[in-house]
């Protein structure tokens, strides 16, 4: 068990650019999940996976994010047209599917900063 | 609808003093219920969860927790802190929907 692993731990980028984070879950795990975090506040729900189906998704969500996992295992976030506002620490967690609900582990995070 | 509360947004106690951090759940049958921190430029750990069984929970770090039913709580507690022990605590149900949490200071 490895954990789960986050790529890259930084980025910087320009208004307007698009950029991709990739996250490797646990690798018996099959739920996965995505978060936003900002200064001060609690991780924000985004988008959730079980296997490679995308079974949930938050209204914080635009149109401009994008996330796939393509064969149920790494996942991809895409931000395309970067704004300030998207600024802000992006985590992924994964988890198993036992009853009763297994713990979630997450990875170290993407620190995203738009210029 | 979060169902799991944390009534207090920031807490200060002393080097060596025991701790006591709050959490409330609204639920009809037993919860799941999870204690994470997160410590400054560090990732969310878990620190212990309850599913079912003793209602006293023992987790890492020194840290434990116990299931009050008829009061709603899954009270975190430490008998004596450490400076590093200063983070931000999140109570959580299975449904993992964070609040502000709880952000734990420590004075020398």
């Known amino acids: 068990d490895t954990g789960v692993s986050q790529n890259p731990r930084h980025k910087i980028t320009k208004r307007g650019q698009n950029v991709t984070f990739r996250c490797d879950p646990i690798?018996?795990?099959?739920?996965l999940y995505w978060y936003r975090q900002t200064l001060g506040q609690g991780p924000e729900f985004l988008t959730y996976?079980?296997?490679?189906?995308?079974?949930?998704k938050s209204r914080l969500l635009s149109d401009r994010f994008s996330a796939e996992r393509p064969k149920g295992s790494f996942s991809t976030l895409e931000i395309q047209r970067t704004e300030q506002g998207d600024s802000a620490m992006y985590l992924c967690?994964?988890?198993?599917?036992?009853?009763?609900?297994?713990?979630?582990?997450f990875g170290p995070g993407t620190r995203l900063t738009v210029l | 609808a979060q169902s799991v509360t944390q009534p207090d947004i920031h807490i200060t106690v002393s080097e060596g003093a025991s701790l006591e951090l709050r959490c409330n759940y609204s639920?009809?049958?037993?919860?799941?219920l999870f204690w994470y921190v997160q410590s400054p430029g560090q990732g969310l750990q878990l620190l212990l969860k309850?599913?079912?069984?003793?209602?006293l929970v023992q987790g890492i770090k020194g840290f434990e927790a116990e299931f009050k039913r008829s009061q709603s709580s899954f009270n975190l507690r430490k008998p004596s802190v450490h400076w590093s022990d200063a983070a931000e605590y999140f109570c959580?149900?299975?449904?993992?929907?964070f609040g502000k949490g709880t952000r734990l200071h420590i004075l020398p």
């Open positions: 959580l149900d299975d449904k993992i929907i």
């Open positions: 309850y599913f079912s069984g003793d209602t």
């Open positions: 967690a994964s988890r198993g599917s036992a009853l009763p609900p297994d713990t979630q582990y």
């Open positions: 996976f079980q296997n490679e189906a995308q079974l949930e």
């Open positions: 690798s018996e795990h099959n739920r």
């Open positions: 639920y009809g049958a037993t919860p799941y």
